[in-house]
């Protein structure tokens, strides 16, 4: 975990916020420090990541939860890519934008 902490900085000079947000998440999980949860935790993680640099607070939705684990699994194994987890993780957060800006657009109306 110190490790990890210590690593926070450097990826966040390097690599866009979303990306952070992801390799952060994908980290923990990886990490895997608590007896139980570790995915809220990474998914909180994420999202503070996220808000402290703009972004609205991402889900991922009950359906695509498979397709989430999956890729998870995925970075983890052969050889541990993990750009298909981070390219899942930009599309919720661009979906979760979306839906943020149909939410004001609605109260605009009223």
């Not at 980290?27 to 995915?39: A, C, Q, R, S, T």
């Not at 703009?54 to 991922?60: H, P």
């Amino acid at each position: 975990m110190k490790k990890f902490i210590k690593e926070i900085p450097t990826l966040r000079k390097n690599y866009h916020p979303i990306e952070v947000a992801a390799m952060i998440h994908q980290k923990l999980v990886d990490i895997h420090p608590f007896v139980d949860g570790n995915g809220r935790t990474a998914r909180l993680l994420m999202n503070l990541v996220l808000f402290q640099n703009g972004y609205t607070i991402s889900i991922i939705p009950p359906m695509l939860r498979s397709d989430y684990i999956s890729l998870i699994k995925k970075s983890q194994t052969g050889t541990k890519d993990n750009s298909a987890f981070i390219n899942f993780i930009s599309s919720m957060v661009y979906e979760s934008s979306k839906d943020y800006l149909r939410l004001l657009k609605e109260l605009h109306k009223k």
